[in-house]
C-alpha cells in the first residue's frame, strides 16, 4: 500500500471511529437523486458497485427494493462495519470491499451501474483520477451506468476538512472522456445536519 493510501486511510477510518453517520456532513436522510436514478437504469437483478460508500444508507434502500448483486467499496473499514452492522444478516447479501478505488483490483466488465457520491471530487491529483477512470472503464459494461456526484462550482472548496476539486457539468463529464455520454444532469443544495447547505452536482453518464 502507497504512503499517500495509508495516510487517506488514516484519516477516514478516524472520521468513521469519531463520529456517527447522521454527524458527518455529507449525511443524507434519502439519498433522494441516487435512488431516483439507479431504480430508472438499472434493474433490480442488474450488478451494481457504490464506491467510496460509507455508512450510507442508500445500500439497506437497494437490499429493501430487491437489489441483490451489491458490491460496496470502501478505503475505511469502519465505515463499512457501520453499515454491516445496521444491516445485520442481511449484510452477507452483499459484497464488501476495503481499497482504495484508484488501486483496487476489479473484475473486468463486471457492473450495470457504478454509483459515486462525494468521493471522485477528492481526487485532486490527476494520476489519481486516472487510475480511478481506468478502474471504472475495465470494470463497467458496456452500455452500464455511472452514476456520479460531486461538489459543483458553488460548492465548499473542503469536505471531511480535504480539499476538493469542484466541477461543473462539462469539465466533470470532460474526466471520462469520450467512452462515456452524457444522459442527465441534476443539482442539489444538500443540506447537513449542522443545517449549513452544500452545493451538489450529479450526473448520469453511459459507457459506450
Ligand atoms: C464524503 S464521504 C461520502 C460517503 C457516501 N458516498 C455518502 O454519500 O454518504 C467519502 C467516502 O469516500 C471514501 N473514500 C475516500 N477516498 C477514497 C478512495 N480513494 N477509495 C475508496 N474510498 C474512498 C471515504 O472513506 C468516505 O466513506
Known sequence: MSSDTCNKQQHWEQVYQQKQPEQVSWYQNQPGWSLQLIKQHASPDTSLIDVGSGATGLIGDLLALGYHQLTVLDISDAALKVNQQRLGNQASLVQWLVADITQAQLPA?????????????????????????????????????????????????????????????????????????????????????????????????QKV
Request: aromatic share 14%; hydrophobic share 35%.
Open 109 to 205: 466488465q463486471a457492473y450495470d451501474l457504478w454509483h459515486d457520491r462525494a468521493v471522485f471530487h477528492f481526487l485532486t491529483e490527476k494520476p489519481d483520477r486516472e487510475a480511478y477512470v481506468k478502474n471504472l472503464k475495465h470494470s463497467l459494461k458496456t452500455g452500464g451506468y455511472l452514476l456520479i456526484s460531486c461538489f459543483s462550482e458553488q460548492g465548499p472548496e473542503k469536505c471531511s476538512g480535504l480539499p476538493v476539486v469542484r466541477y461543473n457539468a462539462q469539465s466533470l463529464a470532460a474526466e471520462f472522456g469520450e467512452a462515456f455520454v452524457l444522459k442527465q444532469q441534476h443539482n442539489e443544495l444538500h443540506t447537513t445536519p449542522f443545517g449549513t447547505s452544500q452545493a451538489f452536482l450529479y450526473l448520469l453518464l
